[in-house]
């Protein structure tokens, strides 16, 4: 929601009255806008904006045309990035300082983030099964997820395709969590339906950077 201030002869509004970036992956970055907007009758001058307080010196701040005076009816913008360090993770808060000539200066917006760096690492990227006849179903074979980050890999779904299907003894589950320098595993069989070469693919959905992670799988039906 936008938040207001009386100013000589009118209201600066600033939207929005605070700003949470979310989830903020280490070695990303994020941007958020807030526009600043002269609703009174009269010039705003803007002579300061800065970042203070928190727990966080990863925030940084700019302003576009907010060096000339607004006039009444005109706005301008500022530009908040939020650009995680090394070795830091969880939530990370500041305030946006505006100090102008509106009654109530300086103004203040509430600004978090919250870094996170979850790592799925695979001990494969492909399997090959032996020949299977038809219609029978293999030995399982495995697939380990292991997270390499610092918080934890959110499992969202797990899906297989082709002529494989997921065998008891998985660990991995939709919705399970991957805690730092722990793994889990999936069991995977296959069952061809006909002769000759098939494939298909193990997609686990997760909460990486790249949100998406895939096994190829190859056999052959005998």
Aim: aromatic fraction near 10%.
């Amino acid at each position: 929601m936008p938040q207001t201030v009386n100013a000589s002869a009118g209201t600066l509004q600033i939207s929005p009255s605070s700003v949470n970036f979310g989830d903020v992956y280490l070695g990303a970055f994020g941007l958020r806008a807030i526009t600043l907007t002269n609703t009174g009758t009269t010039p705003v001058n803007f002579r300061n904006i800065s970042i203070a307080q928190g727990n966080s010196n990863e925030f940084s701040a700019f302003g576009l045309f907010c060096d000339f005076p607004v006039a009444p009816g005109r706005g301008c913008a500022i530009f908040v990035t939020f650009v995680p360090e090394p070795r830091q993770t969880g939530v990370q808060s500041a305030t946006l300082v505006i100090t102008d000539s509106a009654a109530g200066s300086p103004q203040s917006v509430p600004l978090t983030a919250t870094i996170i760096n979850p790592q799925a690492t695979l001990n494969t990227s492909f399997i090959i099964f032996d020949p299977q006849k038809v219609n029978t179903t293999s030995a399982p074979k495995f697939v380990t997820i292991t997270n390499t980050g610092t918080t934890p890999l959110n499992l969202k779904d797990i899906d297989i395709f082709g002529d494989f299907a997921i065998a008891p003894g998985t660990s991995c589950a939709d919705g399970g969590t991957v805690l730092p320098s722990t793994n889990c595993t999936i069991y995977i069989t296959f069952t061809p339906q006909s002769k000759g070469f098939r494939d298909g693919r193990l997609v686990i959905g997760d909460n990486a950077l790249f949100g998406e992670q895939v096994v190829l799988l190859f056999g052959a039906g005998d």
